[in-house]
T-cell receptor, first 112, second 113 residues
Framework: ETGVTQTPRHLVMGMTNKKSLKCEQH?????MYWYKQSAKKPLELMFV???????ENNSVPSRFSPECPNSSHLFLHLHTLQPEDSALYLC???????????FGPGTRLTVL | KQEVTQIPAALSVPEGENLVLNCSFT??????LQWFRQDPGKGLTSLLL?????REQTSGRLNASLDKSSGRSTLYIAASQPGDSATYLC????????????FGKGTLLTVNP
């Protein structure tokens, strides 16, 4: 595997379910990001981890809970989501804050 | 608060045409600017990163320019091909301890054969 991978690629869940999104980077980077992309809106940064420590939390509702167990893996735990949370969730990584961000293919989430 | 605007929102051109996509930003205190390509329902592919000290960067048929003082960047695509059809996004990076890229809404490019 190379680059940034995300699983699952598609997820349909009910409002009472609990699920997790997974991201893995194989680039030796030390920063990882979660973004949300909704229709007709710019990408929104949700969370940033640098050296496994959360450095940015962009006023995201508590029903989204990130976890970064090491510099290669990032999770987004989901519970009691709302239909308006349906979107494409993108993971990215970079070497520090100054360098290019590389993105994964995304998870298309649908909340029923 | 940094705001990024991309014009036009959509562009349709015949194959072979040269074209320019525009990106403007309100705060010139940026460290770099990145251009991405996004195919429908897919992730972002980094095309070019241009540092604030640079005027332009080139990769193949793509050329990105940056005028930091006026808050503008352009992405020039030469000899466009149907495979170039995608949404093109620009994002500005403030650098330092601030990891937040600010994105524009993108330009949807369609190249017709």
């Amino acid at each position: 595997e190379t680059g940034v991978t995300q699983t699952p690629r598609h997820l349909v869940m009910g409002m009472t379910n609990k699920k997790s999104l997974k991201c893995e980077q194989h680039l030796g980077h030390n920063a990882m990001y979660w973004y949300k992309q909704s229709a007709k809106k710019p990408l929104e940064l949700m969370f940033v981890y640098s050296l496994e420590e959360r450095v940015e939390n962009n006023s995201v509702p508590s029903r989204f809970s990130p976890e970064c167990p090491n510099s290669s893996h990032l999770f987004l735990h989901l519970h009691t989501l709302q239909p308006e949370d349906s979107a494409l969730y993108l993971c990215a990584s970079s070497l520090g804050s100054y360098n290019e961000q590389f993105f994964g293919p995304g998870t298309r989430l649908t909340v029923l | 608060k940094q705001e990024v605007t991309q014009i036009p929102a959509a562009l349709s051109v015949p194959e072979g045409e040269n074209l320019v996509l525009n990106c403007s930003f309100t705060d010139s205190a940026i460290y770099n600017l990145q251009w991405f390509r996004q195919d429908p329902g897919k992730g972002l592919t980094s095309l070019l990163l241009i540092q604030s000290s640079q005027r332009e960067q080139t990769s193949g048929r793509l050329n990105a320019s940056l005028d930091k003082s006026s808050g503008r960047s352009t992405l020039y695509i030469a000899a466009s091909q149907p495979g170039d059809s995608a949404t093109y996004l620009c994002a500005v990076n403030p650098g330092g301890s601030n990891y937040k890229l600010t994105f524009g809404k993108g330009t949807l490019l369609t190249v017709n054969p």
